[in-house]
């Protein structure tokens, strides 16, 4: 996969524009993401244990906010017999590059690219659905909706993976994570000057929630049950069943 260094940040840019996934981030994005969201390797990692687990034979898998396929491919490769993958995106540069990407690959698993806005896809048949670091982006309004559809579209016994950043209820403990989600990044390689800047873009763009909000609204969109499996500072994940 491309691993060209994410720099977009590096410049002074007066007023910095709203984030957007389009071609120059799609350009880093494997570098940024992998240097910006602690435990994302583990996340992806896991959502192939998850899916060897949880996928069930003749079924489909949804990746909602795809990207470039991390988490696609890592659950391809896990999955049960004829097992359809399905990976949506609604950023045209990061679906032709994850064409690219699919091109390269040999895979049991059969997967299509859908471009579209995860709100408005057709969920069914699905045993496994995945949102890692995707609900974050879509309008706090829309995101109950969103579940339902996920819920009614999953056979029974159905898993969704739900990976977010997240807030605390503690100023505190809010506070303290954002610092040291931010001294990862240094660690990371990232400028001061990167860091500030990428907040600010990031900004009204990405909105978080408490865990408490999550599970909350999985449980009053029918989910039976919903456990936190991993977290690290400000970025937690969720494994939420039907
Ligand atoms: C991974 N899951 O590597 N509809 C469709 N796609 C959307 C929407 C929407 N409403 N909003 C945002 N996206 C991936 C990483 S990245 C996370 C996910 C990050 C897409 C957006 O275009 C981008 O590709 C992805 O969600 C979020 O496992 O960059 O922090």
């Known amino acids: 996969m491309n ?15 709203g984030f957007t996934f389009d ?60 097992c359809e993958l399905l990976a949506v995106d609604n950023s045209a540069a990061m679906l032709d590059q994850l064409q690219t990407i699919l ?44 579940l339902k559809n996920i819920h009614q579209g999953m056979v029974d016994n159905g898993v969704l993976i739900l990976s977010e950043k997240i807030k605390f209820d503690s ?19 990232y400028s001061d000057l990167e860091v500030s800047q990428k907040r600010d873009a990031i900004d009204n763009v990405l909105i978080p929630e408490e865990l408490d909000a999550h599970r909350e609204r999985l449980a009053a969109c029918g989910f039976s049950r919903v456990e936190v499996w991993f977290q690290c500072f400000n970025f937690a994940s969720l494994v939420a069943f039907k």
Do not use: W
């Open 171 to 189: 100023q505190q403990v809010d506070e303290l994570f954002i610092d040291l989600h931010h001294d990862f990044k240094r660690a990371n390689g």
């Open 23 to 82: 071609a120059a981030v799609v350009s880093v994005f494997p570098d940024m993401i992998q240097r910006s969201v602690p435990g994302y390797s583990t996340v992806i990692a896991i959502s192939g244990v998850l899916a060897q687990r949880f996928s069930q034979p003749g079924t489909r898998i949804y990746d909602l906010g795809c990207s470039l396929g991390a988490s696609s491919f890592s659950m391809a490769r896990n999955a049960a017999t004829n």
């Open 3 to 17: 691993k060209k260094t994410d720099t977009l940040f590096s410049h002074p840019m007066g007023a910095v524009e």
């Open 103 to 146: 091109a390269e690959q040999e895979l049991s698993t059969t997967v299509k690219t859908v471009n579209a806005d995860i709100c408005d896809v057709d969920i069914s048949n699905a045993s496994l659905v995945a949102l890692n670091y995707t609900l974050q982006f879509v309008s706090i309004d829309k995101r109950e909706a969103l």
